[in-house]
């Protein structure tokens, strides 16, 4: 089966713009999860999404929002774009909330801030 | 707050050999789940091995094994027979069963198998 899609793979945006990065969970999956990886701060979670609500936020400034679709797909936007905002932005899906379902990541798209 | 920390940067072996990368976490919780994931130059994180703190067994998947220590909050994993496909970026991650449904990571092992 088709495994986690994240689009666009790679992305170059210049400070201040705004920017929509999608995540197509697999199919039946209902919880979405997002990561941002940077080399000097690592892995650090944004936020969960399950049954098209935001169940957690990590600790990011209001630039950054995210949304779940009744598909379960869903797509992350930062605003204001700063050149801190440059990550390896990665999403998970999993077929339920808990640790116990396992999460499943996919590729991960590549913003770069100029 | 969670942590998890991973006292080596890098690690390089020769291939098949054995090799133990280490982590260690601090929770005060006392059900939760510990991940090992492998993120290869794909940059897709692969889940390895997991372990649930409450099951003293240690968990295996074939030619990765855990040593999971409760009382030490340590968690380290061991990969026999390493070949050249495990060469990746190896991350611990820590994740509770209350509150915030969130992988804490490590700051990553970045192993190398040399042919």
């Known amino acids: 089966k088709a495994g986690v899609t994240q689009t666009p793979r790679y992305l170059i945006k210049t400070r201040g713009q705004q920017v929509t990065l999608s995540c197509s969970p697999i199919?039946?999956?209902?919880?979405v999860s997002w990561y941002q990886q940077t080399p000097g701060q690592g892995l650090q979670f944004l936020f969960e999404?399950?049954?098209?609500?935001?169940?957690n936020k990590g600790n990011f400034p209001g630039r950054f929002s995210g949304r779940q679709f009744s598909n379960s797909r869903s797509e992350m936007n930062v605003s204001t774009l700063e050149l801190g905002d440059s990550a390896l932005y990665l999403c998970?899906?999993?077929?339920?909330?808990?640790?116990?379902?396992?999460?499943?990541f996919g590729s991960g798209t590549r913003l770069t801030v100029v | 707050a969670q942590t998890v920390t991973q006292s080596q940067p890098e690690m390089s072996v020769q291939e098949a050999e054995t090799v133990t990368l280490s982590c260690t976490y601090d929770?005060?919780?006392?059900?939760?789940?510990l991940f090992w994931y492998k993120q290869p130059p794909s940059r897709q994180m692969i889940l390895v091995i997991r372990?649930?703190?409450?099951?003293?067994q240690n968990a295996t998947e074939n030619r990765f094994s855990v040593n999971f220590q409760k009382a030490a909050k340590s968690f380290s994993l061991k990969i026999s027979d390493s070949q050249l496909g495990d060469t990746a970026m190896y991350f611990c991650?820590?994740?509770?069963?209350?509150?915030?449904?969130?992988?804490?990571f490590g700051q990553g092992t970045r192993l190398t198998i040399n042919p």
């Open positions: 199919s039946g999956h209902r919880s």
């Open positions: 991650a820590f994740m509770s069963l209350q509150g915030a449904q969130k992988l804490v």
């Open positions: 998970a899906s999993s077929p339920n909330r808990g640790p116990n379902y396992g999460y499943t």
């Open positions: 372990q649930e703190a409450y099951k003293q």
């Open positions: 999404y399950f049954s098209e609500t935001q169940r």
């Open positions: 929770t005060s919780e006392s059900n939760y789940y």
